[in-house]
């Protein structure tokens, strides 16, 4: 497993940009996939984005295409989430997730797969 720990939320107006990172220690020789998921208060931990150990692989849930996007930089252990014309629903707690010594995922979208998660990192963004 690899220990990950993100960093980058804070407040945010509406219609701003903010850059979440996700910096990833431990067993990180082997590769390993990398996803971001978000929870706000009283709902379940939704789905946002997922990248593959090269980056040459990236899905995004619906309401996030366009204004958001992941990237990662191996030689700094390090995965991004860019975020872009925010709104208020986007107010959540954002965490990373990776599935240590997998290039990919047989479904990005599933909890399951992943075996390491940050600790979160609050984003909120005022109207």
């Known amino acids: 497993q690899v220990l990950l720990v993100e960093s980058g939320g804070g407040l945010v107006q509406a219609g701003g940009s903010l850059r979440l990172s996700c910096a990833a220690s431990?067993?990180?020789?082997?590769?390993?996939?990398m996803g971001w998921f978000r929870q706000a208060p009283g709902k379940e931990r939704e789905f946002v984005a997922a990248?593959?150990?090269?980056?040459?692989?990236?899905q995004y849930a619906d309401s996030m295409k366009g204004r958001f996007t992941i990237s990662r930089d191996n030689a700094k252990n390090t995965v991004y989430l860019q975020m872009n014309s925010l709104k208020p629903e986007d107010t959540a707690v954002y965490y990373c997730?990776?599935?240590?010594?997998?290039?990919?995922?047989?479904?990005?979208?599933?909890?399951?797969?992943?075996?390491?998660w940050g600790q979160g990192t609050q984003v909120n963004v005022s109207s």
């Open positions: 997730g990776a599935r240590s010594g997998s290039r990919w995922f047989g479904d990005p979208t599933n909890r399951a797969e992943y075996n390491s």
């Open positions: 990248i593959s150990w090269t980056g040459g692989s990236t």
């Open positions: 431990g067993r990180t020789f082997v590769s390993y996939a």
